[in-house]
């Protein structure tokens, strides 16, 4: 497959899989109570903070907000791009316990087992130890079958989705004293064999999002949202705004 072939591809799955799916959710499950649990005091607070007041719409901005723009993207995102590898033939489903895809690494031909991860702060330090501690485990495992014979640390690695080395964190520069972790750029080379594939991708996606009709979700949302939290028993602000009087 050409490297414009292939880019073409993934626009389009990310266009069909990621965002639309994204709106789609947002529109339709986002937006109905029923899809949060709520924290009474935490929510209070919230929606002081973005109405200056504890109100339906507050509320409803304080649980809509972060749901849309943060959990529920970053969720899809990291799903959706592992089964996008296999689904495009860019790799393969590990059938290894703890790794996500496997692949023939186009710049040293060796097969690669790989753990995918989306940026270069997508860890924590206490997922450090069992991540290597997993890898290990693994790697021994597979060195009593002579399917896997000559595999090596190296051959086990962590694929970094975007960014560049010098922005990894410390945790991950951890694991890469023991096993390889690839970003951004690099990693998409190896993964595709086209140098500059990652580069030319990111821009063929910015021009994609260009395009895209988000059809006004966030308001939308937000008001189809506002309306429950207004008929809610969960909610009682007539009883707050006649405390407020009253003091």
Request: hydrophobic share 40%; net charge positive; proline share 4%.
């Given at each position: 497959m050409t490297e414009k072939d292939l880019t073409t591809k993934i626009v389009s799955y990310f266009e069909?899989?990621?965002?639309?799916?994204?709106?789609?959710?947002?529109?339709?499950?986002?937006?109905?109570l029923k899809s949060y649990n709520i924290n009474p005091i935490v929510v209070k607070y919230l929606s002081k903070v973005l109405d200056n007041n504890y109100s339906p719409e507050g509320v409803a901005k304080a649980l809509f907000y972060p749901r849309v723009l943060g959990t529920s993207i970053n969720t899809s995102f990291g799903t959706r791009i592992q089964n996008?590898?296999?689904?495009?033939?860019?790799?393969?489903?590990?059938?290894i316990k703890g790794m996500d895809i496997e692949f023939i690494d186009k710049i040293d031909n060796r097969k690669k087992?790989?753990?995918?991860?989306?940026?270069?702060?997508?860890?924590?330090?206490?997922?450090?130890?069992?991540?290597i501690k997993k890898f290990s485990n693994t790697i021994n495992l597979a060195r009593t079958n002579s399917a896997f014979k000559g595999i090596s640390n190296s051959d086990f690695v962590v694929g970094v989705l975007y960014g560049e080395e010098n922005e990894l964190s410390m945790h991950y520069k951890t694991i890469d004293l023991t096993h390889p972790v690839i970003i951004g750029k690099e990693f998409w080379h190896r993964l595709t064999g086209y140098p500059d594939f990652y580069n030319g991708l990111v821009i063929e996606l910015h021009k994609s999002i260009d395009e895209i009709d988000t059809k006004d979700l966030i308001n939308k949302g937000c008001e189809e949202l506002t309306k429950e939290i207004e008929q809610s028993p969960v909610f009682n602000f007539y009883l707050e705004r006649k405390n407020l009087k009253n003091l």
């Open positions: 069909t899989f990621i965002f639309k799916n994204h709106i789609e959710a947002s529109l339709k499950t986002h937006s109905k996008m590898f296999v689904q495009l033939g860019i790799a393969n489903g590990s059938l087992w790989c753990q995918l991860k989306s940026g270069p702060n997508t860890i924590n330090s206490e997922d450090v130890k069992p991540l």
